[in-house]
């Protein structure tokens, strides 16, 4: 049995929740869909990416076959596919773009390659 902490929580360290918390504020992303924060929905995409998730049935039958590891894995409220539906059409997908642009590619960038 593994003790540790599973790769998926482990890549998502890499992102600083301070400035994504900035990206949220300066787009008024947290508006609309209650119960669902955006750190959430932002983790819920970041993991349909990484593991190659085709549509929001996929990306919510592999997150509820995770369902006890969802809490270890950073989420902090159940995903339904409705809940995903509903924030991706209410929510500005330039917070996305603008954090990747901003946070990502610039700390990526100065990395050394292998």
């Known amino acids: 049995m593994n003790a540790g902490r599973t790769v998926f929580s482990q890549l998502m360290e890499f992102v600083v929740i301070d400035d994504f918390r900035a990206c949220v504020r300066r787009y008024n992303w947290h508006y609309k869909v ?3 924060s955006c750190w959430d929905q932002y ?3 970041s993991f349909a990416q990484l593991t190659f998730r085709e549509g929001l049935r996929d990306i919510e039958a592999c997150l509820r076959s ?4 969802l809490y270890h894995m950073g989420f902090r ?3 339904c596919r ?3 539906v509903d924030a991706n059409e209410s929510r500005d997908w330039r917070i996305c773009a603008d954090y990747a ?3 990502l590619i ?3 960038r100065p990395t050394p390659p292998f």
Request: glycine fraction near 4%; hydrophobic fraction near 35%; avoid cysteine.
């Open 106 to 108: 610039h700390e990526a």
């Open 77 to 79: 409220s159940r995903i």
């Open 66 to 69: 995770l369902e006890k590891k």
């Open 101 to 103: 642009q901003r946070q």
């Open 34 to 36: 209650q119960g669902f």
């Open 82 to 84: 409705s809940t995903l």
């Open 43 to 45: 983790l819920a995409m």
